[in-house]
């Protein structure tokens, strides 16, 4: 009986409804370029560069447009390699490996929140799946209506939730990437370990992704990214034994 109650228990939490607001508010604004500009690709292709705005946090409106712009250039750029590498499918399982490994290591260091590598990952095993692309360009820049559709949600969030526009942070507080690297050791000590075991993970699921591409194999590779993420290693391993 008490777990069934826990089933039913609420807790009462001070998040703002406006930010549950901001990611309908991003694919709308999305899907409004795709009917003002009368072409379904911004619709289909472009609402995936609207999951920049998973970068927004309660923190300054400068910081915020920062956070869904790095996160767009980082979409926006796996996109355009994965469509590259699909005329290369040998390369995938080596270029993912790799992104992979850095983009770990990334987030680690700069703290970066949920959903971190996620998306970029993802857009990567998506592009691979676009073999007949003609004009890699072409197809990638559809992603930029959803990356802007995903900025002018986040500041209008924002200022909606009057967050400071912006704020001189304290010189104490600015720490240098070697120092950051110290201290993301120093907490972690097999993180290294942990990115090259989720590296390793990512390589055999592409190198499988491939070998059934002609079956949407690319899901292969986004389940394992999904589920088999660098956090869950140490569950895996307890699991296991």
Not at 5 to 11: C, E, N, S, W
Not at 45 to 61: C, E, P
Not at 85 to 112: A, D, G, Q, R, W
Not at 153 to 159: N, Q
């Amino acid at each position: 009986m008490t777990y069934f109650k826990h089933l039913f228990t609420t807790r009462k939490t001070n998040d703002s409804f406006l930010r549950l607001l901001r990611a309908g508010l991003a694919m709308f604004i999305t899907l409004l370029f795709a009917i003002v500009l009368d072409n379904t690709l911004i619709a289909t292709i472009g609402i995936i560069g609207a999951f920049s705005y998973l970068y927004f946090q309660y923190t300054l409106v400068k910081q915020n447009f920062i956070y869904i712009l790095g996160h767009g250039v980082s979409l926006y750029l796996a996109f355009t390699l994965g469509i590259l590498s699909s005329y290369k499918t040998e390369m995938i399982p080596f270029l993912i490996s790799n992104i992979s490994f850095i983009c770990f290591i990334t987030t680690k260091l700069f703290n970066v929140p949920k959903p971190d590598y996620f998306f970029i990952l993802m857009l990567f095993a998506t592009g691979t799946n676009l073999q007949n692309t003609h004009n890699v360009l072409q197809t990638s820049h559809y992603l930029l209506y959803g990356i802007l559709g995903a900025i002018i949600s986040g500041i209008i969030i924002s200022l909606l939730l009057k967050l400071p526009l912006n704020q001189q942070l304290k010189t104490n507080n600015k720490l240098s990437v070697q120092d950051k690297y110290y201290i993301m050791i120093y907490k972690d000590p097999d993180i290294i370990l942990k990115a090259l075991q989720f590296s390793s993970i990512i390589f055999y699921s592409a190198y499988l992704s491939t070998l059934f591409n002609e079956q949407n194999g690319y899901w292969i590779l986004i389940t394992s990214v999904a589920i088999l993420g660098g956090e869950n290693m140490g569950d895996i391993k307890i699991c296991s034994h």
